[in-house]
């Protein structure tokens, strides 16, 4: 099966439904994702000098490249790898912020699966470093946006590891995360619950 | 013209040599490159518990995709993107750090071309909210890596917009930087440069 990748209106944000799981998948049929939501609100983040926040690229193997002249090198063949960090880094009041963000169809609990261990290792190394990890969630079958501490997601990663749960229940989220009012012009301003928790 | 990516050896490191200027060479013929070199040294400060720091994936506009089932998906045509931010950020003694690294086969001077104006914002950005931001340069012909703080590069930038010359010589990179001793197991060890010019 070939899939065209249709034509973005928002071309001018980077990355935007490079992700491998939303192929075929187009603004119209789908409505916003939490990642276009999110790139948004990096945008009005960064022209605003309020912070430095990016989306990194999705990670690919190339093998095949074509090039008719050098300004003009198209990719022949490439492949997805899995990436070995979060998503999304930068720099907020002077602090390192690091953070991933997923979105489930689930109606009742959030499948643990969704994260790979090396993102759980990467949200550690953050935080022994004195960093700022935390995780945006979205259930979208009530468009409801969380914002969780690593720190939270690491703890029921471990009640998993013991033999415990593989999900995190939709009560647990609602007790530890902060439900995230979505607003305009910032879109998702998960910054406010950074200046909540850390009092910055 | 097709190029085939040569197999690598040091396939675990992600994202070396995926950069459109490398094309075509492999390491049995240029050596290590300051690429291959940083992804070393950043592997060594992961994996000592010492920084979180890595390259960012090279972005890429992907237009086409195969796949024969899901687990294997083969992009068929894409393109290379130029980068909106610097190529390596991550955190160490709770620092964001970011910088560019370039390597140059002139012998007297480094050609500020080799920056982009989005890479330049994006530094300027990056010390406006407190991180710390540099450039690390290889004069190739010499073997020499320099460690220059981001405010040089910007001063050298501004030079050029007032009209001055369109490189920065090498007489100046020895002036402002700080040559690196590369050594082992640490490669490239750049952060020596910020222990000393932030007292961390």
New interface residues.
């Given amino acids: ?5 249709p034509n973005r209106k928002r071309s001018n944000f ?2 935007v439904n ?1 992700d ?1 799981s939303k ?1 075929g998948n187009t603004y119209s049929n789908r409505g916003m994702s939490l990642e276009d939501d999110l790139n948004l609100t990096n945008l009005y983040y ?1 022209s605003n ?1 309020i ?2 926040i ?1 989306k ?5 193997q ?7 002249k050098r300004s ?10 899995q ?3 979060t998503d999304y ?8 912020i ?1 953070f991933e963000a997923k979105e489930t169809n689930n109606k009742s609990s959030f499948p643990l699966q969704n994260f790979h261990s090396h993102q759980i290792k ?1 949200m550690q ?2 935080i ?4 700022i990890a935390f995780v945006i969630l979205k259930f979208s079958m009530y468009n409801e946006i969380y914002f969780l501490k690593a720190s939270d997601i690491l703890a029921f990663w471990d009640r998993q590891e013991n033999g415990g749960k593989k999900s995190i229940s939709k009560a647990e989220v609602e007790q530890v995360g902060i439900l995230i009012k979505t607003s305009y012009p910032d879109f998702v301003p998960y910054l406010k619950c950074i200046d909540e928790l850390y009092q910055l």
Same sequence: chains 1, 2.
């Fill in positions: 099966m070939t899939v065209l990748y980077n990355h490079e491998k192929i960064l000098g912070a430095n990016h990194k690229p999705t990670p690919i190339i093998v095949k490249v074509d090039y008719p003009a090198a198209v990719i022949r063949e490439a492949y997805f790898k990436p070995s960090t880094n930068g720099i907020y009041k002077e602090k390192y690091d990467h190394s953050v022994k470093h004195g960093g």
